[in-house]
Structures are given as C-alpha cells and as structure tokens.
C-alpha cells in the first residue's frame, strides 16, 4: 500500500516557467514532508521541508504548498532552469516512527531550454 | 569535507555469493540508514539504526543483514537469501531524534550475474 504517491512519472517545462510537482498521501498521521532532488547514479539532496503546521514555506526559487485538508502538497520551482532536470521524490515522516522517511516514487523534470 | 562515503561505486557479483556494501560517515550523526531503489520505484527502506549496536528492520529487510559497531560506519550486507539483489543501494545519515533531513551517499550500484 503507497501511502505517498507521486502519480506523475514525468513532467516537462520550457526555461523560466514555472515547474509544480504533485505529491498526494493517504496517512494522516504523516507531519512533516520533504522533497529531494535526484540526479541519476547518484544520492538525493535535500531540497525543502515543511511541517504539517504550516501551508508555505519558501526557499529561494522553491517554493512547498501543504493542503492537509487535501492531503496534497506540491513543490514550485520558478524560474525553472536546465539544471533542474532531475527526478524529485517526495517524502513524508510520521511521528511515532522513529522519523522514518517514506518515500514517493518521483518526478523525472525535464526542463527544456 | 564532511560527508557519506559509499564504496565501491559498481559492483558486480556472482548468484549465491554474499556482498558487502560498505558505507561510512563524518557528520556525527548518529541515525545511519539503508535504502534500495529500482527502476521507477521509490526508495525502499532495508535497515536503519539509530544509535551504535542497535538497528532495526525496514520496510524490505529480508535477505539483508546490517551491523553498527561504530558510529561513523553502517556496512549492509546482501545474502544469498535476497531474491533481487540487483539494484541501486543507497546510505544516508540525520541527526537522532526529530525530524531532520536525511543526507544520502552516492549509492552503490549492485549487479548480480
């Protein structure tokens, strides 16, 4: 059972518009979710986070909305730049799990020049 | 530089014989953690630990032991048992206790034949 579904594969942008990544979960006991960016053959980096108390929070040209009610968050980037081609997971810990991260199973952007 | 180390970067191995992902980190952290991702799949968890001779089992742990005598190293063994050995396996490392971001390695891609 996916709690955390990224239901997009793929996503393709032109430079300097505007990027969303959707990420939709089921377990309302999730808190705080994270998104990582992921080059092929290697690591995830860290992106952004947010806590369920909170609907926005913004980090230079990346921007997570959270809709709790929706169950739903969604990650902004503007401008998209070529560099941003990559695959974004989205995760989510719930308290009580040892902060345990599940994990979507991404987004690969591409962004177009 | 402060970091995750993970090696060897490919490797390749024989059906039946067991492996030994090797990976090591300068953060001080305490909580170290072990993940498989496959081909347009997320991040599994396989093991994690949270503090040195302790771990537990993730998500997918059959077939995989892991051991953590020391705090800056959480090797990850892949047996015999393990059905799907092949894949791309990935160590990170937080801070205990909250919810702070996970910090990966740069994966070791394991091929068995």
């Known amino acids: 059972d996916q709690q955390v579904k990224q239901n997009s594969p793929s996503l393709s942008v032109q430079e300097g518009r505007i990027s969303i990544l959707n990420c939709d979960y089921t377990?309302?006991?999730?808190?705080?979710f994270l998104w990582y960016k992921k080059y092929p053959a290697e690591g995830p980096t860290f992106l952004i986070s947010?806590?369920?108390?909170?609907d926005k929070n913004e980090d230079g040209r990346f921007t997570v909305f959270l809709n709790k009610s929706a169950k739903h968050l969604s990650l902004h980037i503007v401008p998209s730049q070529p560099g941003d081609s990559a695959v974004y997971f989205c995760?989510?810990?719930?308290?009580?799990?040892?902060?345990?991260?599940?994990f979507g199973k991404g987004t690969l952007l591409t962004v177009n020049p | 530089d402060g970091g995750i180390t993970q090696s060897p970067k490919y490797l390749f191995r024989k059906e039946g014989q067991n492996v030994t992902l090797s990976c090591e980190q300068n953060?001080?952290?305490?909580?170290m953690y072990w993940y498989r991702q496959d081909p347009g799949q997320g991040l599994r968890l396989i093991y994690y630990?949270?503090?040195?001779?302790?771990?537990q089992k993730g998500d997918i742990a059959e077939g995989y032991s892991v051991s953590r005598e020391k705090k800056e190293s959480f090797p990850l063994t892949v047996t015999s048992a393990q059905k799907n050995p092949t894949a791309f396996y990935l160590c990170?490392?937080?801070?205990?206790?909250?919810?702070?971001?996970?910090?990966f390695g740069p994966g070791t891609r394991l091929t068995v034949l």
């Open positions: 990170a490392s937080s801070l205990r206790g909250g919810y702070n971001e996970q910090f």
């Open positions: 377990n309302s006991m999730f808190d705080y």
């Open positions: 947010i806590s369920s108390i909170k």
């Open positions: 995760a989510a810990i719930r308290a009580g799990s040892n902060y345990k991260l599940t």
């Open positions: 953060l001080n952290h305490d909580a």
């Open positions: 630990s949270q503090i040195v001779n302790d771990f």
